[in-house]
């Protein structure tokens, strides 16, 4: 390879290396480029070098003279005696003078508690830019509210017979938690409970064959101890005197099942809804079959959920539907309206 070097560099590091031979420096010294340091005190010497120390211009703007410590040190020194400059013939004279005194007053005058307040101030203008802009929206919104409120005050009817009938009439929701069994196994048991009284379910439950019979009846009587405690439910008879007539207060009524039933409490509980719930499962594992097939057997978790009630309730449905039969106008086999539109001719 041919080095394409111009001529006076080939004469500049010519040069360079007689005159490194001639004084007899070491060669290592060639190998290292050539840096310049630039520092606040060498700097300016570079544009003051035909001036001299006695000059003042020289004191202000460096020099030469900023290389000697005591130099800087002197300068330093008057840098932090220079006072700042007057406002006396400054146009915001007034309006700094007015801000230092309207500040020194605050600061006086306000107490510890409050200068707390001054970041959110100051942050005002990005969390609240156009306070104007913002009251109009909010008093829009409100009179919006105000207006859907005004035209939906009137509830229906059967919004007014459903808060009734919550003011009037308590329940109690108890669910349990899962357990070792199946839907379809509980589920039996479910529909054996609901719709009896609390006492004729414990009674079914205490003599019943299945399993989780004795559960269900652990459930109700749990059911019962939270309604009594919780909803003061089946306190009806609690204030009673002993010895007074039992068959003054008796009802009859009539269930949509068409099964009569004779009340003497209607404070007393009965199960008036009864579900099941079906849980994660608890196990699994393989079911090995004939001819190299598997399967795999889930052990299933179930839970169950009733509703207690007092006959208050059955009362008041059985009052309803027998007030809408009442209502019910009789039936007319045909209308009771002139017989219009005929022809003295066939229609076909």
Not at 21 to 40: D, E, H, M, V, W
Not at 121 to 140: H, I, Q, Y
Not at 168 to 179: A, D, G, I, Y
Not at 309 to 321: G, S, Y
Request: hydrophobic share 35%; glycine share 6%.
């Amino acid at each position: 390879m041919s080095a394409h070097l111009p001529s006076r560099r080939i004469a500049l590091s010519a040069h360079s290396t007689l005159s490194s031979l001639a004084t007899g420096a070491p060669s290592s010294q060639r190998l290292l480029p050539l840096n310049q340091r630039r520092t606040k005190w060498s700097l300016p010497s570079l544009f003051g070098r035909g001036r001299k120390a006695s000059d003042p211009g020289n004191r202000s703007s460096g020099g030469h003279d900023l290389d000697d410590p005591k130099v800087r040190q002197r300068l330093l020194a008057e840098q932090q005696q220079t006072k700042a400059p007057a406002l006396s013939d400054s146009i915001f004279q007034d309006e700094v003078e007015a801000a230092t005194s309207d500040s020194l007053a605050a600061r006086t005058n306000v107490p510890d508690g409050a200068r707390q307040a001054t970041p959110a101030e100051a942050a005002a203008w990005r969390l609240d830019p156009d306070p104007r802009s913002r009251v109009r929206w909010e008093r829009k919104r409100v009179i919006q509210m105000v207006q859907r409120q005004t035209a939906s005050s009137e509830p229906s009817d059967y919004a007014r017979r459903v808060e009734r009938i919550r003011q009037t009439e308590r329940q109690m929701t108890h669910k349990s938690p899962f357990l070792e069994t199946s839907t379809k196994k509980l589920v039996m048991l479910a529909r054996q409970i609901q719709g009896k009284t609390l006492q004729d379910a414990l009674t079914q439950m205490t003599y019943s064959k299945k399993k989780m019979a004795r559960e269900v009846k652990f459930q109700l009587e749990e059911a019962r101890d939270f309604a009594v405690v919780s909803r003061g439910m089946g306190l009806g008879k609690a204030g009673a005197a002993p010895g007074g007539d039992k068959d003054a207060a008796l009802i009859k009524i009539k269930t949509k099942d068409g099964q009569t039933l004779k009340i003497t409490d209607p404070s007393s509980l009965y199960v008036a809804e009864a579900w099941v719930n079906k849980g994660p499962s608890r196990n699994r594992r393989i079911e090995f079959k004939g001819r190299g097939r598997t399967g795999v057997i889930i052990s299933p978790s179930t839970g169950i959920s009733v509703v207690l009630k007092e006959e208050k309730t059955r009362i008041r449905e059985h009052n309803e539907r027998v007030a809408k039969e009442a209502k019910r106008k009789p039936w007319v086999h045909l209308p009771n309206r002139p017989v219009t539109a005929q022809r003295p001719y066939y229609s076909w």
